[in-house]
């Protein structure tokens, strides 16, 4: 039964999209209970030979679009075929604690919660911690784990927010539902020269 869902968005991150996937099919939950969809936006990179490299993963479904359309568009498209109750997005440059999907489910689970965000830590190149932050006070696109329904209910991602996805959707959310916090840094950010967040 699948429980979960991680949705990863990529748009030329081939050069970390290994240690994003890496992060992922580690988690400590056993396999059949979560899967990985990735949807990449048409890139022009390696990245579409990486995936390949992992179709015959289990519970691991890859999308290609054919133009690039966003990360709203990107994980809109993921979500609306997801499986699991639970759905979190990871960003293809960045990766995540082997106990990330587990410690997120049993806390929402628990707390009867419809979303629970966790605490990242800021890493650079080597992978050293530069920070650690509250998703409370410096919220990020990724690393909140909602019930499926409950997004689907708001509408999911914008399809046209091509940036600032996380904002907009945050405000959508937070209108009718609120977000619990494990004050617990399961996810890494990596924050680099390419990424989307350093252009805002």
Same mark, same amino acid.
């Given at each position: 039964?699948?429980?979960?869902?991680?949705?990863?968005?990529?748009?030329?991150?081939?050069?970390?999209?290994?240690?994003?996937?890496?992060?992922?099919?580690?988690?400590?939950?056993?396999?059949?209970?979560?899967?990985?969809?990735?949807?990449?936006? %048409?890139?022009?990179?390696?990245?579409?030979?990486?995936?390949?490299?992992?179709?015959?993963?289990?519970?691991?479904?890859?999308?290609?679009?054919?133009?690039?359309?966003?990360?709203?568009?990107?994980?809109?498209?993921?979500?609306?075929i997801a499986?699991?109750?639970?759905?979190?997005?990871?960003?293809?440059?960045?990766?995540?604690?082997?106990?990330?999907?587990?410690?997120?489910?049993?806390?929402?689970?628990?707390?009867? %919660?419809?979303?629970?965000?966790?605490?990242?830590?800021?890493?650079?190149?080597?992978?050293?911690?530069?920070?650690?932050?509250?998703?409370?006070?410096?919220?990020?696109?990724?690393?909140?784990?909602?019930?499926?329904?409950?997004?689907?209910?708001?509408?999911?991602? %914008?399809?046209?927010?091509?940036?600032?996805?996380?904002?907009?959707?945050?405000?959508?959310?937070?209108?009718d539902f609120?977000?619990?916090?494990?004050?617990?840094?399961?996810?890494?950010?990596?924050?680099?020269?390419?990424?989307l967040s350093?252009?805002?």
């Open positions: 039964m699948i429980k979960a869902t991680i949705l990863i968005t990529n748009y030329n991150y081939g050069k970390w999209l290994r240690r994003c996937i890496r992060s992922c099919l580690n988690q400590s939950l056993p396999r059949c209970q979560f899967e990985i969809i990735v949807v990449d936006d %048409s890139s022009t990179d390696n990245s579409r030979d990486i995936l390949l490299d992992y179709k015959d993963e289990q519970n691991f479904k890859v999308i290609f679009n054919q133009k690039n359309k966003g990360v709203g568009y990107s994980a809109n498209k993921g979500s609306r499986r699991g109750k639970w759905i979190v997005r990871v960003d293809a440059d960045d990766y995540v604690h082997n106990e990330f999907l587990n410690f997120l489910m049993l806390y929402a689970e628990f707390n009867k %919660s419809k979303a629970v965000a966790c605490d990242y830590v800021m890493v650079d190149f080597d992978e050293n911690t530069i920070s650690r932050n509250k998703q409370k006070e410096d919220p990020i696109a990724c690393a909140i784990l909602y019930r499926t329904d409950v997004l689907e209910y708001i509408g999911s991602w %914008s399809s046209d927010h091509t940036i600032d996805e996380d904002k907009e959707i945050h405000e959508r959310y937070t209108k609120d977000i619990d916090y494990l004050n617990v840094p399961l996810y890494r950010y990596f924050q680099h020269e390419g990424s350093c252009k805002r």
